[in-house]
């Protein structure tokens, strides 16, 4: 079947190759989305650009449609001032994230907003379920589009577990179906199937660039980001940088040695929501709607309270070592989780801090993340976007 009559492509589809900005173009445009709305003369200001190189930039941006015109400001001295904002269809993202318990493929508009999303359960994640979602998927979300916008999206991104084919026995999957991951090359099979450029990052690694986009209230410069899912995960950010590491697992927290007792074992296998879904059939109870309703719970309250507690102390074992290597501002707790069951589990974590030994450090502030459950899906779809433009 021939891919462009399948998903019904413009006839003119995006070669493979990024829309190219410079470093003050993407500068200025990070600056427009972080304060929503910016005139030219604070540009020039917190750029240290000229005012004439500012002007120059900005008129480069609104003639490509990346940024606007807004409502002048009036009741100042002289010429009401006018701000430019970022022009929400200049430009889309599309994500795809690879969870091991569903897939979720998310349209971005320039500015962050969600146009559309998609999900799907799965038991575990297969090769061939991936590539059905992601045909079926992307054929679904440009109908959100008119032929003139899907010429604007820039790019897939894709958040995926690296190593996804290891602890299948923790996924309750079998061995052989997840070690056909270990040979495919995800990049280049998606990018032959939907001729779009791919963007690969781990999947918590993905949600924390989301948190550093639309959430990070606080505005730490560098802090640990932790998402506690399926597998537990992290992001590491530095100077306002994602670090990626030398093959991307950089902050992979849930690899960490956690000690309990005498034994030793990965903090994967104590700060993980499989864990949860586990006590649940234990006690009789449905397991996977921890997963099919991240936004509220009906389980056993007991049940989570214990994995509240158990979880707690692998997370403030992760802040001690952030803190110990790195000196970081805070540590942002963030997971596919109801709110009051992520506050109820920054409240814990902070009490399980209370019992380490922290001589010798500085107090660690602990918050909240605020993008949620779908930060992952969320920071998949924003990765093209950043590749282009932030």
């Known amino acids: 079947m021939n891919i462009e009559t399948a998903f019904h492509l413009p006839s003119q589809r995006m070669p493979l190759l990024l829309d190219a900005r410079s470093t003050n173009e993407r500068e200025i445009l990070t600056l427009i989305r972080q304060r929503i709305a910016l005139p ?3 540009i020039a200001q917190l750029t240290g650009l000229s005012a004439q190189s500012a002007t120059v930039i900005i008129k480069k941006l609104e003639a490509d449609g990346l940024v606007k015109r807004l409502k002048p400001i009036k009741g100042g ?14 430009a889309f993202g599309v994500g795809l994230k690879v969870g091991r ?15 559309a999303t998609l999900h799907e359960k799965s038991d575990y994640p297969t090769v061939s379920n991936l590539l059905n979602f992601a045909k079926r998927a992307f054929n679904v979300l440009i109908k959100n589009l008119d032929t003139d916008q899907q010429r604007l999206v820039r790019g897939l991104g894709v958040a995926m577990p690296f190593e996804i084919w290891s602890w299948a026995e923790e996924a309750g999957a079998p061995k ?17 199937l939907l001729n779009l450029p791919v963007f690969i990052k781990n999947d918590a690694g993905a949600a924390c660039s989301a948190e550093m986009s639309f959430g990070n209230p606080k505005r730490y410069e560098s802090f640990l ?15 306002n940088q994602l670090i990626n590491g030398k093959t991307g697992n950089a902050g992979a927290i849930g690899s960490l040695p956690f000690h309990s007792g005498t034994s030793q074992r990965q903090l994967i296998t104590q700060s993980s929501l499989y864990l949860l879904e586990r006590a649940l059939v234990d006690a009789g109870q449905n397991g996977k709607h921890i ?6 719970w009906s389980c056993d309250e007991g049940i989570v309270d214990l994995w509240l507690s158990e979880t707690a102390k692998g997370l403030a074992f992760a802040a001690q070592c952030a803190m110990s290597l790195l000196d970081v501002e805070g540590v942002i707790i963030d997971g596919a989780i109801p709110n009051d069951v992520k506050e109820s589990l920054v409240e ?8 380490l030994d922290m001589r010798g450090l500085s107090k660690i502030n602990v ?9 992952q899906s969320i920071g998949s779809a924003n990765l093209a976007l950043q590749a282009n433009y932030y």
Request: no cysteine; aromatic share 10%.
């Open 40 to 42: 030219k003369a604070e």
């Open 77 to 90: 001295v002289g010429q009401p001032k006018v701000p430019f904002g970022i022009n929400a269809n200049g």
């Open 101 to 115: 318990r569903s897939f979720d493929m998310t349209l971005l508009d320039l500015k962050g907003n969600v146009k």
């Open 176 to 192: 052989n179906e997840l070690e056909e991951w270990r040979e495919f090359d995800p990049q280049s099979a998606l990018e032959g």
């Open 225 to 239: 980001y932790i998402f506690v899912g399926t597998f537990l995960g992290g992001g590491l950010v530095l100077n």
């Open 291 to 296: 997963y099919e309703s991240p936004s509220h």
């Open 348 to 355: 814990k974590t902070k009490g399980a801090m209370e019992h």
């Open 367 to 375: 918050s909240p993340g605020l993008v949620g459950a779908k930060a």
